[in-house]
């Protein structure tokens, strides 16, 4: 069974920075790819940012040049960069990873953004 820890999260004030890490149990040489996703409340969950094997990023509109995705193969672990955070950041944060064999999510971590 493969296991994703998240961690990074936390209570931050309105600009200040987080990084948040998933660390998989298993190699992440082979996937199809990963992503970060958030779910604030009363809302849908959204995938918030994805990279592809081949290093290729993808970011929702609403945190384009302020949050960077990505991995460290060498450590089994994927980063979501988040700066000059926003109130509306606020959300329980997800990782998901496609691996060719299946794909798992992590237990989620809370970011908090106060104004």
């Known amino acids: 069974q493969v296991q994703l820890v998240e961690s990074g999260g936390g209570l931050v004030q309105a600009g200040g920075s987080l990084r948040l890490s998933c660390a998989a149990s298993e190699s992440m040489l082979t996937i199809y790819d990963m992503g970060w996703y958030r779910r604030a409340p009363g809302k849908q969950r959204e995938l918030v940012a994805s990279i592809t094997p081949g290093g290729v990023t993808n970011y929702v509109d609403s945190v384009k040049g302020r949050f960077t995705i990505f991995r460290d193969n060498a450590k089994n672990t994927a980063y979501l960069q988040m700066n000059s955070l926003k109130p509306e950041d606020t959300a329980v944060y997800y990782c998901?990873?496609?691996?060719?064999?299946?794909?798992?999510w992590g237990q989620g971590t809370q970011v908090t953004v106060s104004s």
């Open positions: 998901k990873i496609n691996f060719v064999f299946g794909a798992y």
